[in-house]
Nanobody, 122 residues
Framework: QVQLVESGGGLVQAGGSLRLSCAASGHSFSTYAMGWFRQAPGLEREFVAGIRWSNTDYADFVKGRFTISRDNAKNTVFLQMNSLKSEDTAVYYC?????????????????WGQGTQVTVSS
């Protein structure tokens, strides 16, 4: 069983930066693929970024602005978000799975955090 706790969300002006963290409990963290997803009101949950071992993947709309990384010694995955836009406003969720077929598909992940709100003001 894996428990995930996100932190680092908040209110930021457009063009600003935030760094989200996701702390994971349980063993074998380094073997899990990790993903960040987001969901805005009235919209479906969408993929933002994922990391499997040292391989990363990003949604087109965050490429060049967001960076996913992990610290296996601290059982934590990060999402550095730069050049934020108002359309990035959403609840951001961390997800984990040992063997997702594809990083970008929400149903491939067994474990989810409670989410952290990111609000970007224009």
């Amino acid at each position: 069983q894996v428990q995930l706790v996100e932190s680092g969300g908040g209110l930021v002006q457009a063009g600003g930066s935030l760094r989200l963290s996701c702390a994971a409990s349980g063993h074998s963290f380094s073997t899990y693929a990790m993903g960040w997803f987001r969901q805005a009101p009235g919209l479906e949950r969408e993929f933002v970024a994922g990391i499997r071992w040292s391989n990363t993947d990003y949604a087109d709309f965050v490429k060049g602005r967001f960076t996913i990384s992990r610290d296996n010694a601290k059982n934590t995955v990060f999402l550095q978000m730069n050049s934020l836009k108002s359309e990035d406003t959403a609840v951001y969720y961390c997800a984990a799975d040992p063997h997702p077929k594809r990083l970008g598909i929400p149903v491939e992940y067994d474990y989810w955090g409670q989410g952290t709100q990111v609000t970007v003001s224009s």
